[in-house]
């Protein structure tokens, strides 16, 4: 749960970096040229490679920009934060986040909404009881963790 927990987490950020989401697909083939200025503002780190790139990080960006446009300076701050986390992650914690993402993606909406569920307890607890269980978690070998999720998994469904 702990991985699939950071996954949403830290997968925000990665929406981010690919750019939000939201614009017509007709838009993918559009010549930087053709971008109206908000977009060609937003988006001018890529101006130079903008014809290099694959048609659907180029829509990701056009539709990430729109986001951006729609946000309140408040939720472009916190963006701009979990860019940084972002961008302060190794290659490899990076490829590991996208992987988790994706999977959590591929999972039914009822098992999505479980782990929102669950993410919401954690986060509702006192911040010395979520620090007790990350410590607990990470102490805990794959056999210990798998045995814990079951349990939880278990304790759940009877008091359903």
Do not use: C
């Not at 690919?18 to 937003?42: H, M, S, T, V």
């Not at 988006?43 to 694959?54: A, I």
């Not at 979990?82 to 961008?87: D, E, G, L, S, V």
């Not at 909406?109 to 509702?124: G, S, V, Y």
């Amino acid at each position: 749960m702990n991985w699939i927990l950071l996954a949403a987490r830290k997968g925000l950020s990665s929406l981010v970096v690919y750019g939000l989401l939201a614009i017509p697909f007709a838009a993918l083939a559009q010549p930087w040229n053709e971008l109206e200025a908000d977009q060609q503002r937003i988006l001018k780190p890529f101006e130079s490679r903008w014809s290099e790139l694959p048609e659907d990080k180029r829509a990701r960006l056009l539709r990430g920009a729109e986001r951006w446009q729609k946000m309140t300076p408040e939720q472009r701050s916190m963006m701009q934060e979990r860019f940084k986390r972002w961008q302060a992650l190794s290659p490899r914690q990076r490829d590991a986040i996208r992987l988790r993402f994706d999977k959590f993606q591929k999972l039914s909406p009822t098992q999505k909404a479980k782990i929102r569920n669950a993410f919401k307890r954690f986060k509702n607890l006192p911040p010395d009881k979520r620090k007790k269980l990350r410590q607990r978690w990470r102490k805990m070998t794959p056999e210990q963790r798998k045995r814990w999720l079951l349990y939880l998994r278990h304790r759940r469904d009877s008091n359903s």
